[in-house]
């Protein structure tokens, strides 16, 4: 069975708890507001849904219920490899089962048509000054594709229906995300590789053919399936899932949803961690004069660091309380296919110095590591040393989530969002401050 009928069969399955859910238990209290939650980005505050994602402070990010190591060693992997299909990976997201290889193939199939970007975008990223943002340029280039929208044609038809409008919107996805990785690839040829596009090959898998436009031999292919998987998804409440489903929230096409998405994505809170945790990790390599490292000299430099105010980069997490599995899995790739290389090395030794470090200074609610304080060493490791490109691989990762969530939000007759606002004269009032 195509994905598209699986997918249908589920949403006919899922309705009825969703209208169940508002309609008979639709006055249950959820969660209490705070006032320092209306000021610190309304963190912890529970007023959104998703079934595709879960950030379990102690398992890390469940995919569907599944998690990290469960996900790499269940879903179906090309011969000969470790890391999973992304095509499997996002059947997983969108229906919530393993899929068998006939579902992968399935997928790999649709996306193997769709590569290709018209010549309009091509235009339109050649048009930019070369010195522009590249998540600029990807930005623009998503955007410019919405006069391909099946969604948005449906609607100015006025055949858009409540019960259906997941339909087109599954088509638009299926449509955009493999041209994301061809849009991502183009502006790195383009924009630091001389002007020199590699066409998508559409025999090749998702991750593969993101390798092969790339212009980066094998084990890139790995590296880029391994990538997209672990950035997929992280819940619905981060800027650049939310950002997304806010969009789409007021029937916005995908092409507007991901544009935002990805512009939401851009903020140095956000989507730059990986790079700023590289350029803190070779700054200390160039003062260390990159000798090997001990742990005596990691030690003697993170202490430094510490006691001069600063933190250390890389390290800690808003919900996490153990090491992210994000980081395993890549610190587990590392190990068997670049052990020798000296960024990882720094890499690997203060994943044993910093958290008793970090337990000892007592300010840090979680000393582990988080998936930034990885991400960019292996990217430098194959050559991508274009820090600001490293936002542009994180978009492409994490559209495989937020489209998934997107298709949801329509199957299931999401409203658009619209929170309501107090003023500080409300809140003084509220918190008995007299004037």
Not at 252 to 268: Q, V
Not at 301 to 318: E, R, T
């Given at each position: 069975?195509?994905?598209?009928?699986?997918?249908?069969?589920?949403?006919?399955?899922?309705?009825?708890?969703?209208?169940?859910?508002?309609?008979?238990?639709?006055?249950?209290?959820?969660?209490?507001?705070?006032?320092?939650?209306?000021?610190?980005?309304?963190?912890?505050?529970?007023?959104?849904?998703?079934?595709?994602?879960?950030?379990?402070?102690?398992?890390?990010?469940?995919?569907?219920?599944?998690?990290?190591?469960?996900?790499?060693?269940?879903?179906?992997?090309?011969?000969?490899?470790?890391?999973?299909?992304?095509?499997?990976?996002?059947?997983?997201?969108?229906?919530?089962?393993?899929?068998?290889?006939?579902?992968?193939?399935?997928?790999?199939?649709?996306?193997?048509?769709?590569?290709?970007?018209?010549?309009?975008?091509?235009?339109?990223?050649?048009?930019?000054?070369?010195?522009?943002?590249?998540?600029?340029?990807?930005?623009?280039?998503?955007?410019?594709m919405q006069r391909e929208s099946k969604f948005f044609k449906t609607y100015q038809e006025g055949?858009?229906?409540?019960?259906?409008?997941?339909?087109?919107?599954?088509?638009?996805?299926?449509?955009?995300?493999?041209?994301?990785?061809?849009?991502?690839?183009?502006?790195?040829?383009?924009?630091?590789?001389?002007?020199?596009?590699?066409?998508?090959?559409?025999?090749?898998?998702?991750?593969?053919?993101?390798?092969?436009?790339?212009?980066?031999p094998e084990p890139y292919d790995e590296v880029s399936r391994l990538y997209f998987l672990l950035?997929?998804?992280?819940?619905?409440?981060?800027?650049?899932?939310?950002?997304?489903?806010?969009?789409?929230?007021?029937?916005?096409?995908?092409?507007?949803?991901?544009?935002?998405?990805?512009?939401?994505?851009?903020?140095?809170?956000?989507?730059?961690?990986?790079?700023?945790?590289?350029?803190?990790?070779?700054?200390?390599?160039?003062?260390?004069?990159?000798?090997?490292?001990?742990?005596?000299?990691?030690?003697?430099?993170?202490?430094?660091?510490?006691?001069?105010?600063?933190?250390?980069?890389?390290?800690?997490?808003?919900?996490?309380?153990?090491?992210?599995?994000?980081?395993?899995?890549?610190?587990?790739?590392?190990?068997?296919?670049?052990?020798?290389?000296?960024?990882?090395?720094?890499?690997?030794?203060?994943?044993?110095?910093?958290?008793?470090?970090?337990?000892?200074?007592?300010?840090?609610?979680?000393?582990?590591?988080?998936?930034?304080?990885?991400?960019?060493?292996?990217?430098?490791?194959?050559?991508?040393?274009?820090?600001?490109?490293?936002?542009?691989?994180?978009?492409?990762?994490?559209?495989?989530?937020?489209?998934?969530?997107?298709?949801?939000?329509?199957?299931?007759?999401?409203?658009?969002?619209?929170?309501?606002?107090?003023?500080?004269?409300?809140?003084?009032?509220?918190?008995?401050?007299?004037?």
């Amino acid at each position: 069975m195509a994905l598209k009928e699986v997918l249908a069969k589920k949403i006919d399955e899922w309705r009825p708890r969703v209208t169940k859910l508002v309609k008979e238990y639709g006055n249950v209290k959820v969660d209490e507001v705070t006032i320092r939650q209306l000021y610190g980005g309304m963190r912890g505050i529970k007023c959104l849904t998703t079934d595709i994602s879960y950030l379990d402070p102690y398992e890390g990010i469940r995919f569907r219920g599944y998690t990290i190591p469960e996900c790499l060693e269940k879903l179906p992997k090309p011969p000969g490899k470790d890391i999973p299909y992304d095509e499997g990976h996002f059947y997983l997201l969108l229906t919530g089962d393993i899929p068998t290889e006939e579902d992968v193939a399935d997928v790999k199939a649709e996306w193997s048509k769709r590569y290709r970007i018209p010549d309009y975008v091509k235009d339109i990223l050649r048009a930019f000054p070369r010195d522009t943002e590249a998540m600029t340029m990807f930005s623009a280039a998503v955007v410019s594709m919405q006069r391909e929208s099946k969604f948005f044609k449906t609607y100015q038809e006025g055949k858009l229906g409540k019960m259906t409008a997941w339909e087109p919107m599954y088509e638009d996805v299926m449509d955009l995300l493999p041209k994301m990785a061809t849009i991502g690839a183009y502006i790195y040829r383009i924009k630091y590789r001389n002007d020199t596009p590699i066409e998508p090959d559409p025999d090749l898998d998702f991750g593969s053919n993101f390798a092969y436009m790339m212009g980066i031999p094998e084990p890139y292919d790995e590296v880029s399936r391994l990538y997209f998987l672990l950035h997929s998804d992280h819940e619905s409440g981060n800027v650049s899932a939310h950002t997304g489903h806010l969009v789409a929230s007021g029937l916005a096409d995908i092409y507007y949803s991901i544009s935002a998405m990805i512009d939401g994505l851009a903020g140095p809170l956000h989507g730059l961690a990986n790079q700023e945790t590289l350029k803190w990790i070779q700054k200390m390599m160039e003062d260390m004069n990159y000798q090997e490292p001990t742990k005596e000299a990691l030690e003697k430099y993170c202490w430094d660091l510490l006691n001069s105010g600063q933190v250390i980069p890389g390290y800690g997490h808003a919900v996490l309380r153990k090491t992210d599995p994000r980081y395993m899995a890549q610190r587990e790739y590392c190990l068997k296919h670049l052990p020798d290389d000296l960024t990882f090395k720094y890499v690997s030794m203060l994943f044993e110095v910093v958290p008793p470090i970090l337990q000892k200074h007592g300010k840090a609610k979680n000393p582990w590591p988080n998936v930034d304080a990885h991400s960019g060493c292996i990217q430098w490791h194959y050559g991508v040393r274009e820090y600001n490109f490293y936002t542009c691989l994180f978009s492409i990762g994490r559209s495989l989530g937020v489209c998934a969530n997107i298709i949801w939000d329509r199957a299931v007759g999401q409203a658009i969002e619209r929170p309501k606002s107090l003023t500080t004269d409300m809140l003084e009032e509220i918190a008995g401050i007299k004037k």
